[in-house]
């Protein structure tokens, strides 16, 4: 994509007025805190633009054994009905922080919007397990899932995965595996993707400042999560580096146009294309990284949950 040397006129009305708020509060940035305090931060702040929960008929703690013997938590969300297709969401966060908590009114919208099942996983953060474990234990989730469909009242025939940022990037990984696998997969339902290995594409030049995720930000993530410089060249922590996208599930890809990844994101999905793979790609115009949780105040992030939600349903053949 091409950017304009003055990327603040590209943003909308509104999405103008809550930077400036979000500016007037001077807060410490993230990059600036712990990890445990940045969760925290993050944990408090994550509804104050998000819509309220959508009430639903079934909300239930999981649990979910993994590979190191450290069982994960997970959250299932239902609306009334057997047999409901599910969609395995991993949430944001730079891989640090972030948690089923955060990302709560979201995944009931999905379950709502899309009259599907959402679990959304509470995969393990970094500094505190360092890459790969956040990937392993996204696989092994997926893996868990379609055993325990059956118990749970799920259709385990039509199975999703998405994420926002880097559980975008996590859903992607489980793509991949599940293809090597031989588990078929519905959909990758994709909010803004971490794809690329390095921070060097025109948007995360263009939006380095001033777009909510900045620079800083970035690096301070991922230095948390990579072992060294070298984790960044494994397809697992920068999908665009794997060797090949043949045969991967269809893809929907929501993509902010003033946020660093979304160059990567374009990238990921012309990859797929090349690839034979069908890709539903939407670029949601004057808004950043984060916007799909300001839905009381961006238009575009309500309009984002009913794209998303319309693609769930026709990849599980439910319009």
């Known amino acids: 994509m091409s950017h304009p040397r003055n990327p603040r006129a590209l943003l909308s009305p509104a999405m103008h007025h809550v930077l400036d708020r979000m500016a007037r509060t001077r807060q410490l940035p993230l990059h600036a805190l712990t990890p445990q305090q940045a969760r925290q931060v993050y944990e408090l702040g994550s509804g104050m633009l998000d819509i309220p929960g959508h009430k639903l008929p079934r909300v239930e703690g999981l649990t979910i054994p993994v590979r190191d013997g450290s069982p994960i938590a997970a959250r299932l969300y239902a609306p009334a009905g057997q047999g409901l297709p599910v969609l395995l969401y991993f949430h944001g966060g730079g891989f640090?922080?972030?948690?089923?908590?955060?990302?709560d009114a979201l995944c009931r919208q999905l379950a709502h919007l899309a009259h599907c099942a959402v679990v959304s996983v509470d995969y393990r953060l970094a500094p505190e397990h360092k890459f790969p474990t956040a990937s392993d234990d996204a696989w092994d989730a997926l893996q868990w899932l379609p055993g325990a469909c059956g118990p749970l009242g799920l259709d385990a025939g039509r199975i999703a995965v998405g994420g926002d940022s880097a559980g975008g990037t996590l859903a992607i990984v489980c793509a991949m595996e599940a293809r090597s696998a031989a588990l078929p997969l519905a959909l990758q339902l994709l909010f803004y993707p971490g794809c690329a290995a390095h921070q060097d594409t025109p948007s995360h030049q263009t939006f380095a400042r001033g777009?909510?995720?900045?620079?800083?930000?970035?690096t301070y993530f991922?230095?948390?999560y990579v072992n060294s410089a070298a984790d960044r060249d494994d397809w697992r922590f920068a999908p665009l580096l794997a060797p090949d996208f043949d045969g991967l599930a269809p893809a929907w890809i929501g993509l902010a146009e003033c946020d660093p990844l979304v160059d990567e994101g374009v990238m990921y999905a012309d990859r797929l294309r090349a690839a034979g793979v069908a890709v539903d790609l939407e670029i949601y115009r004057g808004v950043v990284h984060e916007f799909i949780k300001m839905g009381r105040a961006i238009p575009q992030a309500l309009q984002a949950h009913a794209d998303a939600a319309r693609a769930l349903k026709h990849a599980f053949g439910t319009t």
């Open 211 to 218: 777009f909510v995720i900045e620079e800083p930000h970035i």
């Open 222 to 224: 991922f230095n948390h």
């Open 96 to 103: 640090t922080i972030g948690s089923v908590t955060t990302h």
